[in-house]
């Protein structure tokens, strides 16, 4: 690890919302989603149907819960961008859930390739209704995320501002995956490259990052400001998995001299959806909470 290295992102975790009652919402139409799969040599048409179903019925999701996101309008107050980040928090919460669609088959054929031939891409186009059903995801299991403060300053450089030390405890052996959400972006702020994995062992309290690396390995989480901005709403989304499932991406921050600023990796909405629904909801457990980044006055 860099000595000195500063996470420039803020994080702030609470307890994971399995097994919480919620009411489904409403169904969200989608006019058209397509799947396709591949034949391969073992698969019947019933087999090659029913994985290029699967994957129109996947890509509705997708298209449903992301609308929900990309249809808000620009964010210029702090009130609103609490909201985005609400929105974005209840999307992927929703995602985890387990999610129900009614559908029907507009169109399916092959689409490349001699019929039954390794290589040959079947299509299915179907109409879906998507909606969020509660009941049927799996309650996972038990994790709680907290952190030492609520309210955060930007006292005008990263080693001066308030620093945020996380302390999570699950009762199975989970790795983390931390989604920084702000009003405009989506950023993964763990796994990064100073620490590749994030392992939380079953019945044992953890800090993130521990204690080691804060004194030794010089890795901190500060939270600071964009410039010219005062106040900002910010939430984090953490995914705990019981095995490892990177989210890949390619880190788009440089480190900084000064500030020895990691670099993140940029998430889409999109993505984050199929990379959590490609996860079964028995595997998984979320948490998220809101929170403020406040400048202190000169």
Same mark, same amino acid.
């Given at each position: 690890?860099?000595?000195?290295a ?5 994080a ?5 919302? %399995?097994?919480?009652?919620q ?8 006019a058209?989603?397509e799947?396709?799969? %591949? ?8 087999d ?6 699967? /994957?129109?019925?996947?890509a ?5 819960l ?20 609400e ?13 129900? %669609?009614?559908?029907t ?16 891409? $079947?299509r ?6 998507v909606?969020r ?13 907290k952190?030492n403060?609520?309210r955060?300053?930007d ?6 501002s ?12 989970? $790795?983390? %995956? ?13 796994p ?9 062992r079953a ?18 989480l ?5 410039e010219?901005? /005062? ?15 990177? $989210? ?5 921050r440089?480190v ?9 990796i940029?998430?889409?909405?999109d993505?984050?959806?199929?990379w ?9 457990a979320?948490?998220?909470?809101? $929170? ?7």
């Amino acid at each position: 690890m860099i000595p000195g290295a500063v996470l420039l992102g803020t994080a702030l975790l609470v307890g994971g919302r %399995t097994g919480q009652a919620q009411t489904p919402g409403p169904g969200i139409e989608v006019a058209r989603a397509e799947g396709r799969a %591949t034949f391969t040599e073992e698969m019947s048409l019933r087999d090659i149907r029913a994985k290029a179903l699967a /994957q129109a019925l996947h890509a509705a999701v997708g298209e449903a819960l992301g609308r929900r996101l990309t249809a808000m309008t620009e964010v210029t107050t702090f009130e609103d961008s609490a909201g985005v980040t609400e929105t974005f928090a209840e999307i992927v919460r929703e995602a985890a859930q387990g999610i129900v %669609t009614s559908h029907t088959i507009l169109e399916e054929a092959w689409e490349r390739g001699e019929p039954f031939t390794p290589g040959a891409l $079947y299509r299915v186009v179907v109409r879906a209704t998507v909606r969020r059903d509660p009941a049927s995801a799996p309650p996972g299991f038990r994790f709680a995320v907290k952190a030492n403060q609520s309210r955060y300053m930007d006292r005008g450089t990263p080693e001066s501002s308030d620093e945020l030390i996380l302390t999570v405890d699950s009762d199975e052996e989970v $790795y983390l %995956t931390v989604f920084l959400v702000t009003s405009d972006s989506v950023e993964v702020l763990f796994p990064n490259m100073f620490m590749p994995r994030v392992r939380v062992r079953a019945g044992q309290k953890s800090e993130l990052p521990t204690v080691a690396q804060r004194q030794q390995g010089g890795i901190h989480l500060r939270t600071v400001l964009p410039e010219g901005v /005062q106040r900002r709403a910010e939430r984090l989304v953490v995914v705990a998995t019981k095995r490892y499932v990177p $989210y890949v991406g390619v880190a788009e921050r440089r480190v900084t001299e000064d500030a020895g600023e990691v670099p993140l990796i940029r998430a889409t909405l999109d993505a984050l959806l199929d990379w959590l629904l490609d996860i079964p909801a028995s595997e998984r457990a979320l948490g998220d909470v809101a $929170y403020e980044i406040v400048r202190e006055k000169r």
